[in-house]
């Protein structure tokens, strides 16, 4: 079992709507869902769907201790955290992934992400020597990032973190993201409230992971940026 902390938008938010429809599956109901008309997108998110429409605050990593006591310390990590607002987001292409991203910088969030990465880390089974070197071997990652990958279990945390909602499997051309310009236009350009963080698992090896609970931000009042 693997288990991963997300952002996820609330579940009356059109965002939501709008991407558990894009990837054809809402993870928290267990729904499969009916996708917009775009050719060939079943296939351009068959990876992206099994991790469910979300933003990595902590990445999926395998646990030593029980659920319910991550699940504990998640909400005590959160217990100071008061919901604040997201920026409007903005699609992009890089690198051949489709993804929502931040038009302009949330250091709350950046707080946030830093805060699971560093708070939950003890629940993390360790890399194996042999898994870290396998995983060099097969990546392109900066001396930070196999720094990062060696002493937090992912390259992309702290400095390297950059919120992203991923809409697609790598592709080579842009069709599929023309046509989720169009789709996302209206939930995505909008300031949204961030009041909680969703505790998504994976419970086997290349199973679809599933959201088994939204953690509150429970600290204080609303607050932008």
């Not at 400095?159 to 992203?164: A, I, L, N, P, R």
């Amino acid at each position: 079992m693997r288990v991963a902390i997300y952002y996820v938008p609330d579940r009356q938010d059109t965002l939501w709507t709008a991407g558990t429809r894009w990837l054809g599956r809402d993870p928290e109901s267990g729904e499969t869902l009916e996708r917009p008309p775009v050719p060939g997108l079943a296939q351009a998110t068959r990876k992206a769907s099994r991790y469910g429409f979300h933003a990595t605050l902590k990445a999926p990593m395998p646990i030593r201790k029980p659920l319910a006591e991550l699940v504990d310390a998640i909400k005590a990590s959160l217990s100071t955290t008061a919901p604040f607002f997201l920026p409007p987001l903005q699609l992009t292409l890089e690198d051949g992934f489709v993804a929502l991203r931040l038009g302009t910088p949330c250091p709350r969030l950046a707080d946030l992400a830093d805060r699971c990465v560093r708070d939950l880390d003890d629940f993390r089974v360790p890399y194996t020597a042999v898994a870290e070197e396998q995983i060099r071997a097969s990546s392109e990652l900066t001396a930070q990032n196999l720094a990062n990958l060696k002493r937090w279990g992912y390259p992309y945390v702290f400095s390297e973190w950059v919120f992203h909602m991923t809409l697609s499997d790598r592709q080579p051309d842009d069709h599929i993201f023309r046509m989720a310009c169009d789709f996302f236009a209206e939930s995505a350009t909008r300031a949204r409230r961030i009041s909680a963080v969703g505790v998504f698992v994976e419970p086997e090896p290349q199973q679809d992971f599933i959201l088994i609970s939204r953690i509150p931000l429970a600290g204080g009042s609303s607050t932008h940026a």
